[in-house]
């Protein structure tokens, strides 16, 4: 009994400091610009104010940049499912020379830094023309090795008896991935979307080197320009970042019955 509450105890505090700071940005968007930087900080705001949100929708163009961000994400995280699953299922269910050794060089670029190949990156959308356009901040998101990963586990989990009996009824490899493995696997795929859509959202150093021109800016790009060279607004900044949160928020929110079904299913199984 000690012990559990012991574990609730830690937990609880785990929790607190989890959402300290979300509650501290809430707090700062709600807050006057003099009363940001008053000591002893003030949690809870004396005088609340929603006049930052109006603000920082007229500093710049918030709803441009929030339709590219949407725009990107969006496309990132479809095109993501559909290649990760397709080569995942390639690696799972489908007999080829070196197969395996394949995998395992696959999963051995994971190790590369992403600061490694960004400069080479940056070179192949120069010479593709793709600067400052959404090309840039869409194709190289489409491939991903975790995401292999992670679907080919799920893959693994399910019964090859479903497959040999879909053979048996005259089907082929693309009709049992996309009528068999696929829809079996939704827990798993709403997964690895949370985590797509998540990275591609907040995504800032990739659009901040291939975007020069602001009509294809993200929203992390257009807060950056809230930020001064001498001073910074941070009740907009922080109401920004309050907009900025609430699509991921709705996304989790939407696929979160599928996610622990999702991690359970896509275990390490050999």
Known sequence: MFKKGLLYIVLILGAIAMLLPFLWM?????KNQGATMVFPPQFFPDHATFQNYKDVTGAFPMLHFLGNSLLVAILTTFGQLLLSSMAAYAFARMQFWGRDKLFLFYLATMMVPAQVTMIPQFIL????????????LIVPGLFGVFGTFLLR??????????E??????????????????????KPTLA??????FMQSWNNYLWPLIVINDKSFATLPLGLSLLQGRWETNWNMMMAGVVISVLPILAVYLFAQKYFIQGMTMSGMKE
Request: net charge negative; no cysteine.
């Open 191 to 196: 997964t690895l979307g949370i985590f797509s």
């Open 153 to 162: 586990q799920a893959f693994l989990s399910i019964p090859k008896e479903l």
């Open 125 to 136: 959308m120069k010479n593709f023309g793709w600067l400052d356009t959404y090309q840039a």
């Open 164 to 185: 040999e009996a879909a053979f048996m009824d005259g089907a082929n490899h693309f009709s049992i991935f996309w009528r068999v493995i696929m829809p079996l696997s």
């Open 26 to 30: 809430i707090s700062t968007s709600l």
